[in-house]
């Protein structure tokens, strides 16, 4: 999926006698490997690799990396015994100073692009902030829990919440196809501190074991 956006250029003022810095063309931007059946994939932008993000396991981030602001070209490749190969590929516009995550998620044989918006402006005093993406193959609309609360429903593959204002706690959470509630993914005892902002990724398979199994991962956003 694209993102469009408009590009902020900063010109260089003059004060004092002296020309101020520019402001940085840059954003910020988080790689996610979520395809199932990966061992690790490497992450290249406009062709050259982006940095803490060469060797990135399944169900984990890059964390957010400078990169340049614009129109980029983004290739996920899968890393191991030696050789590397294509995986999936895509395209997201990045504008100056925000923040954006790119997925990869769905099968190895069968993967998926996403490429997101993240507001990272700060939750409410003694709140957090959460939102659930759906990353797996299976063909569901996932309903998204904290605690016994649904925070949202419906989230279809590949589809993402809102980041969603809670407050703070340790629960369990959960994400489940209401179709079929025994189809859940569960994770206990996790804590939401006052200030934070987490995803929560949906992936894997209700039919797969292992690291393959349908599951949930929590992402730092802060």
């Not at 003022?13 to 020309?19: H, I």
């Not at 070209?73 to 995550?101: D, E, K, M, Q, R």
């Not at 959960?174 to 934070?196: D, E, H, R, W, Y």
Request: aromatic share 8%; proline share 4%.
């Amino acid at each position: 999926m694209s993102l469009s956006c408009t590009v902020i250029l900063v010109a260089g003022l003059w004060g004092c006698g002296k020309k101020s810095s520019p402001a940085p063309s840059t954003a910020n931007v988080m790689f996610v490997n979520a395809a199932t059946g990966t061992t690790a994939v490497s992450v290249k932008l406009n062709g050259a690799a982006v940095s803490n993000a060469t060797n990135l396991g399944f169900e984990t981030s890059s964390g957010y990396r400078s990169v340049a602001a614009g129109s980029d070209n983004i290739v996920f490749s899968v890393v191991g015994n030696g050789i590397t190969s294509p995986l999936v590929s895509g395209s997201a516009s990045f504008a100056v100073g925000s923040h954006y995550s790119v997925f990869t998620g769905g099968l190895f044989t069968s993967p998926s692009f996403v490429a997101i918006t993240d507001d990272i402006t700060a939750p409410g005093a003694g709140k957090a902030k959460v939102r659930f993406i759906n990353l797996s193959s299976d063909n569901m609309n996932a309903s998204c829990y904290i605690g016994n609360t649904r925070l949202d429903s419906n989230i279809a593959y590949q589809a993402c919440t809102p980041f969603i204002e809670v407050n703070v706690t340790t629960d369990k959470v959960t994400m489940l196809n209401p179709a079929a509630p025994t189809v859940t993914a569960q994770l206990l005892n996790i804590s939401f501190g006052a200030g934070k902002i987490y995803t929560v990724m949906l992936a894997g398979s209700s039919s797969g074991t292992g690291a393959a199994a349908l599951a949930l991962t929590i992402i730092g956003n802060n």
